[in-house]
């Protein structure tokens, strides 16, 4: 059984690690224009990542039962649980739009809202980050 939890311990490990022509890593960020116009980052589980797990999978019908029916229900449960990640980070990565587009609609309003928020940032090291955010959600 520690064998068996090692090889997919080694597996996820692997292919958290993968480099596909889209990305490195277990997910991969894609901008997506919705109806309205609005750029939203949407991420995917890495189709590397995916291979690899698959890989596994197909190694895990080769254990001798009942271990390989534990090792395709861990990796099967591992795809799931990266499927349920990638739909957090995608929520997440909509919020930051949707302040921005806030902030912008109220106009001259919004000015010590935005001095704030850049304080805030230069304090917290994330200025040129967040301006080139800015940038490019309100050029366009």
Excluded at 12 to 38: N, R
Excluded at 71 to 89: D, P
Excluded at 102 to 123: C, F, W, Y
Aim: glycine letters at 10%; one cysteine or more; charged letters at 15%.
């Amino acid at each position: 059984m520690k064998k068996i939890l090692l090889s997919i311990s080694l597996a996820v490990l692997v292919a958290g690690c993968v480099s596909t022509p889209e990305g490195k890593g277990l997910f991969i960020p894609h901008q997506v224009v919705s109806a309205t116009g609005q750029t939203n980052t949407v991420y995917t589980v890495n189709p590397g990542v995916t291979s690899k797990l698959d890989a596994a999978q197909q190694i895990a019908q080769n254990v001798p039962t009942p271990w390989s029916g534990i090792a395709a229900g861990v990796l099967a449960g591992v795809s799931g649980v990266l499927g349920f990640i990638a739909k957090i980070k995608s929520d997440k990565a909509k919020l930051l739009p949707a302040v921005i587009s806030g902030i912008e609609a109220a106009g001259d309003a919004a000015a010590p809202v935005k001095q704030s928020i850049r304080n805030v940032a230069l304090t917290s090291g994330v200025q040129g980050r967040l301006h080139a955010e800015v940038q490019r959600l309100t050029s366009g």
